[in-house]
């Protein structure tokens, strides 16, 4: 099985600022990789599909990267409604998928 | 616009059985494969079970293999979760997403609310 790893698990940051987020696979998943957004009591959100492409409705200031094992996300300039749970997913394979742990983006 | 209802979660003890269901509408629920996640209580996403638009594929996580089966009525629009032998870590909010995408890759965008099933130890 593939495997997903995030840096950090949590992160402490201020409006306005800029926030990156990893996620490491395993092996290599060429760009298949995408991004969700959850906030608490809320149902998982498509941000990125395929690495860097925007989900239609997702603000600009969201931005994906990276392809074989080593993927970014980027917040360009945090708003107030952006502090949530991110997660990463590999979708290599059709017959199973793996999410990351999870990065905590907090108010600091 | 796509919605998905799940329902038939709730509190049952070690071993027992329980059937989810995730009623769709709005899109060709036919033509979509479509996935169960669940997330245990303050964890994170997990993936549990996948099957294709006409049912002829069936996937299950090693987690839940031989105890779960996935199935779907595309005459009903509704997709099932039949769960047996279940066990307290199986405790989890369980959400049916579809399956999107293209050559790029695949992705979920639709997700249901979710329906909670704790099962006590």
């Known amino acids: 099985d593939i495997q997903m790893t995030q840096s950090p698990s949590s992160l402490s940051a201020s409006v306005g600022d800029r926030v990156t987020i990893a996620c490491r696979a395993s092996?290599?998943?060429?760009?298949?990789l995408n991004w969700y957004q959850q906030k608490p009591g809320k149902v998982p959100q498509l941000l990125i599909y395929?690495?860097?492409s925007l989900q239609s409705g997702v603000p600009s200031r969201f931005s994906g990267s990276g392809s074989g094992t080593d993927f970014t996300l980027t917040i360009s300039s945090l708003q107030p409604e952006d502090f949530a749970t991110y997660y990463c997913q590999e979708s290599y394979r059709t017959s199973s998928t793996t999410f990351g742990q999870g990065t905590r983006l907090e108010i600091k | 616009d796509v919605q998905l209802l799940e329902s038939g979660g709730g509190l049952l003890p070690s071993g027992g059985s329980l059937r989810l269901s995730c009623a769709a509408s709005g899109f060709s629920f036919s033509s979509h494969a479509i996935n169960w996640v669940r997330q245990a209580p303050g964890e994170g996403l997990e993936w549990v079970s996948a099957?294709?638009?006409?049912?002829?594929?069936?996937f299950y996580a090693d987690s839940v293999k031989g105890r779960f089966t996935i199935s779907r009525d595309n005459s009903k629009n509704t997709l099932y979760l039949q769960m047996n032998s279940l066990r307290a870590e199986d405790t989890a909010v369980y959400y049916c997403?579809?399956?999107?995408?293209?050559?790029?890759?695949?992705?979920?965008?639709?997700w249901g609310q979710g329906t909670l099933v704790t099962v006590s130890s």
């Open positions: 099957i294709s638009s006409d049912s002829v594929y069936k």
């Open positions: 395929a690495a860097s």
């Open positions: 092996q290599s998943i060429r760009s298949y």
């Open positions: 997403a579809t399956v999107k995408g293209d050559t790029s890759g695949w992705y979920y965008r639709d």
